[in-house]
């Protein structure tokens, strides 16, 4: 929010609570809602803004199953330099067992195979464009354990509800990062 922001956090915190408490209020709520959930519970005066009125917010949530998560870990690959030290994923799904509808989040740098030296350089300071990337889990399913023959650990976690959606509030957040 604020221009100085990723390098200013209290400058970014003040600018926030500024404007969540302006006629912009409820739009950046919206387009922040961790962040405006988040503050809302240690800043009282801050306005209440009613989250579920969010169109492209709560699409975005109800896109997804959301009564449980788990943690995937796909083994290492060590056929492909990215995948030395293995993936891990998010799973969201309906059932407390994860199935092959689940979805998944991932973050992934695109590499473009760089030779090894260039791949370390970039990889320790940054230097690969990345994004998060949601699938069924079926597909990486396929990708690691049928076509990489890797391992696929798969730890459900003991998350209540509201958490869940929080950390989907999150990713909606990261939707443009």
């Known amino acids: 929010i604020s221009p100085q922001g990723k ?3 209290s400058q970014e915190l003040k600018e926030t609570l500024q404007i969540l408490k302006s006629t912009n209020g409820f739009v950046t709520a919206c387009n922040f809602p961790a962040r405006y959930e988040f ?3 240690r800043y009282t005066e801050l306005p209440y803004y009613d989250l579920s009125s969010c ?3 709560n699409d975005f949530v109800n896109s997804f199953q959301r009564n ?3 943690l995937v870990f796909a083994s290492p690959f060590y056929s492909d330099l990215s995948s030395t030290f293995g993936h891990v994923l998010l799973a969201f799904h309906k059932e ?3 199935d092959l509808n689940s ?3 991932q973050f992934a740098a695109v590499t473009n195979n760089e030779p090894f030296f260039n ?3 970039k990889g320790i300071f940054g230097g690969f464009d990345a994004h998060f990337m949601r699938d069924p ?3 990486k399913y396929h990708e690691y354990a049928i076509e990489q023959q890797r391992y696929i650990h798969v730890y459900t976690l003991d998350t209540k509800y509201d958490d869940i959606i929080f950390l989907l509030y999150h990713l909606f957040e990261l939707r443009k990062a």
């Open 55 to 57: 169109k492209s917010l």
């Open 119 to 121: 791949y370390a350089y």
């Open 137 to 139: 889990f079926f597909r």
């Open 96 to 98: 407390p067992e994860l």
């Open 68 to 70: 449980h998560l788990s």
């Open 39 to 41: 503050l809302r519970k």
């Open 7 to 9: 390098h200013n956090s």
């Open 103 to 105: 979805d998944i989040i």
